[in-house]
């Protein structure tokens, strides 16, 4: 390569290295109130039974994807309140769900699970945020992925060391900060 395609090459890597740099700073400059996601901009809005709903029809979906059985009797379901940046807590009913179940599907099945839902989940509005293969003292794997319309997450993972308990396949749904239908949001 001549000398001058070379300069030409490396100033176009510098600036497309000092454009994204930029970008990155502006990303994580503070966001005033009007903004998306500031901190009184207004929170998506629903019943905490109708997020338990949702949160068990989307871990049903996940299983069908990877053809698993659901143990509904292992089903979790943690209502928690939303904690702010600084720590605070409103008092306007404010919460997150974390909803779990479990499959007896054998952990040799477990790596081809997360890979469906690897595979197929982008093309459902997912972006794939964390993906884990193990083989360790015991095969486990890892999935999660966020929804990047809603800002939820889900997961799926291998649960039980199979030594004091069974090794099981579990499937979650966390959802960012819900406020009830109804409920006038607190500002800070």
Do not use: I
């Given at each position: 390569m001549n000398p001058v395609a070379r300069g030409t090459k490396a100033a176009g890597r510098a600036t497309a290295a000092v454009s994204f740099a930029l970008l990155l700073v502006a990303g994580c400059a503070s966001q005033d109130d009007a903004s998306p996601k500031g901190v009184n901009s207004p929170l998506p809005r629903k019943a905490r039974e109708d997020a338990l709903r949702w949160a068990k029809d989307t871990t049903a979906r996940m299983a069908e994807l990877t053809g698993a059985e659901l143990l509904p009797d292992t089903a979790k379901t943690l209502y928690?309140?939303?904690?702010?940046?600084?720590?605070?807590?409103?008092?306007?009913?404010?919460?997150?769900?974390?909803?779990?179940?479990?499959?007896?599907?054998?952990?040799?099945?477990?790596?081809?699970?997360?890979?469906?839902?690897?595979?197929?989940?982008?093309?459902?509005?997912?972006?794939?945020?964390?993906?884990?293969?193990?083989?360790?003292?015991?095969?486990?794997?890892?999935?999660?992925?966020?929804?990047?319309?809603?800002?939820?997450?889900?997961?799926?993972?291998?649960?039980?060391?199979?030594?004091?308990?069974?090794?099981?396949?579990?499937?979650?749904?966390?959802?960012?900060?819900?406020?009830?239908?109804?409920?006038?949001?607190?500002?800070?």
């Amino acid at each position: 390569m001549n000398p001058v395609a070379r300069g030409t090459k490396a100033a176009g890597r510098a600036t497309a290295a000092v454009s994204f740099a930029l970008l990155l700073v502006a990303g994580c400059a503070s966001q005033d109130d009007a903004s998306p996601k500031g901190v009184n901009s207004p929170l998506p809005r629903k019943a905490r039974e109708d997020a338990l709903r949702w949160a068990k029809d989307t871990t049903a979906r996940m299983a069908e994807l990877t053809g698993a059985e659901l143990l509904p009797d292992t089903a979790k379901t943690l209502y928690e309140p939303c904690v702010g940046e600084n720590d605070e807590v409103a008092k306007d009913g404010r919460y997150t769900l974390f909803y779990y179940v479990n499959s007896p599907a054998p952990a040799t099945e477990h790596t081809r699970m997360v890979r469906k839902l690897r595979s197929r989940l982008p093309s459902q509005g997912y972006e794939v945020t964390s993906y884990r293969e193990f083989r360790s003292a015991y095969a486990s794997a890892v999935f999660r992925a966020r929804n990047k319309k809603n800002d939820y997450q889900v997961e799926a993972e291998t649960v039980g060391s199979g030594k004091t308990k069974p090794q099981r396949f579990s499937f979650a749904v966390r959802t960012p900060c819900l406020l009830p239908p109804g409920a006038e949001q607190q500002k800070f």
